[in-house]
């Protein structure tokens, strides 16, 4: 038995469809803990491309019980579109649930959140414009909307009156936006009731229920470290907490329950949306790797920003989110490079600073200090054991792993399943050595 977190280790973006999907082939739940429709996780299964958002990826496995956790935010319209298309294209859903106590994303949550990102001109975040931000803002002021509420017909038409007429303030005097008509909204929302109510349940008692039986749970994350509403890159995060912590928060389990925590990350870095990105490259290789990466969002189709592996930004989600071991995805867009640049380190106020700077200033204006290693230009699509690999791609995964003082147990050279490497068993395999007061491994020599 093993409960395994799978998290993004960047800005989000990082694979963590695929190699979620990977494990879920041993998983007997998954379980989202948190965001909403803001996610894209692209899973390609024989030449078939599924595009999630919120539905967990395990949903390809019809035996894996799959739970829209407490943490998230669900946004009826779309959710309710994914089950279809996945009806469509053949994928049993009986095994979705949801919980009833994640939070709903109402109209006036989508308008506010596109409305005040116009607002906020040059400090924009660049959102999705899903209504993530103001569903949870909802939340924590407790006027939010939650599955349980809509699941109750008699007093949904009556908070939903208070609370429509509430927002309409909102957007009409200060964002001088049209009202919403409550008997509108009222309607459309009793109808997804009905769709959706075969699904609710109490999610943290049905994973209770699994973890007494000893099931294999995975806890697959959404976003990653670096838009984490406390440990990323604040103010330009998502408003959710898509580190390890999270994943307990918002699926409602003890952090004693989990086995394993498993960090994705990209052989190269990407970030959508505004706010610093130090190893950014906005010329030539920059395009090369958003060209090769097709680094383009699943939700908003937005183009990736592209910029080299970040080892300070590693190190960092190794230490957030006690990861023990990673999965490396993508390393086939490096194929073509005669060199590879990896930032060891950041030069801030002409001082090296290896760890990353929770002040917002200091990393909007440190420089990447880089170690170029040589690349090996020739394709990798075709490896599927580490003998396979040229010795410089061996290499270069070895400086990683030295760098951020984590094994890599999975190594991913393509969208479909078998275009993987697996180094060692990420499940079973041995744990992170702990590191003593010096910050070298207990367990070294
Ligand atoms: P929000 O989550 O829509 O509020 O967006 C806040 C920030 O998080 C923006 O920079 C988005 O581009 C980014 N973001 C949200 N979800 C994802 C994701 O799944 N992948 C990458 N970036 C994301």
């Known amino acids: ?31 989202r803990s948190q965001g909403g429709v803001n996610a894209g996780h692209t899973v390609v299964v024989a030449g078939q491309t599924f595009k999630l958002h919120l539905i967990p990826s395990g949903i390809l496995y019809p035996d894996t019980e799959c739970i829209i956790g407490s943490g998230t935010v669900i ?31 109402m109209p006036y949550h989508r308008s506010i959140d596109r409305a005040s990102e116009e607002r906020r001109g040059d400090y924009k975040i660049g959102t999705t414009g899903r209504g993530i931000g103001p569903t949870y803002a ?5 006027t939010g909307v939650r599955v349980l509420d809509l699941m109750d017909s008699k007093l949904l038409p009556e908070k939903l009156e208070w609370t429509i007429n509430y927002k309409n303030v ?43 039986k000893k099931k294999n749970i995975l806890f697959e994350g959404a976003q990653g470290t670096l838009l984490d ?49 130090p190893t950014e490259l906005t010329e030539e290789i920059g395009q090369l790797l958003g060209d090769r990466g097709a680094e383009f969002g699943t939700t908003t189709g937005r183009s990736r920003r592209c910029g080299w592996f970040d080892a300070v930004i590693g190190r960092y989600a190794v230490r957030i989110n006690g990861l023990d071991c990673l999965a490396i995805t993508k390393l086939d867009v ?40 040589p690349g090996w230009q020739q394709p990798t699509t075709e490896c599927r054991t580490l003998e396979d690999l040229p010795q410089q791609a061996l290499d270069y995964l070895k400086f990683l792993a030295e760098l951020m003082e984590v094994p890599i147990a999975i ?35």
């Open 75 to 105: 946004d009826p319209e779309v959710v309710i579109e994914e089950m279809e298309q996945l009806k469509k294209l053949g994928v049993t859903i009986d095994n979705l649930y949801i919980s009833q106590t994640a939070h709903i994303t």
């Open 334 to 373: 490096l194929d073509t490079l005669e060199e590879i640049k990896v930032c060891v380190a950041y030069e801030i106020d002409g001082e090296t600073c290896y760890h990353f700077p929770s002040n917002a200033s200091h990393f909007a204006n440190c420089k990447p200090v880089y170690k170029t290693l």
């Open 170 to 212: 909102i957007l009409e005097k200060l964002y001088n936006l049209p009202p919403l008509d409550p008997k509108e909204v009222i309607k459309e929302y009793l109808k997804y009731a009905e769709y959706l109510r075969p699904y609710v349940i109490d999610s943290s008692l049905k994973i209770y229920e699994a973890v007494k």
């Open 1 to 31: 038995m093993a409960n395994v977190i799978v998290i993004g280790a960047q800005w989000g973006d990082e694979g963590k469809g695929k190699i979620t999907d990977l494990l879920s082939s041993s998983a007997d739940v998954v379980v």
């Open 411 to 445: 190594i991913s050279l393509g969208a479909s399943r078998d275009q993987t490497i697996i180094v060692e068993d990420p499940i079973h395999g041995p744990k992170r050595a702990l590191l003593d007061a010096d910050g070298s491994p207990v367990n070294e020599g």
């Open 138 to 142: 909802d939340k924590s002021e407790r």
């Open 229 to 277: 509403l406390d440990h990323g890159t604040y103010p330009y995060v998502t408003s959710s907490n898509p580190i390890a912590g999270g994943a307990c928060v918002g699926s409602g389990v003890g952090p004693t329950i989990i086995d394993r925590v498993i960090g994705v990350a990209k052989a190269y870095t990407t970030r959508v949306g505004e706010g610093p990105f």
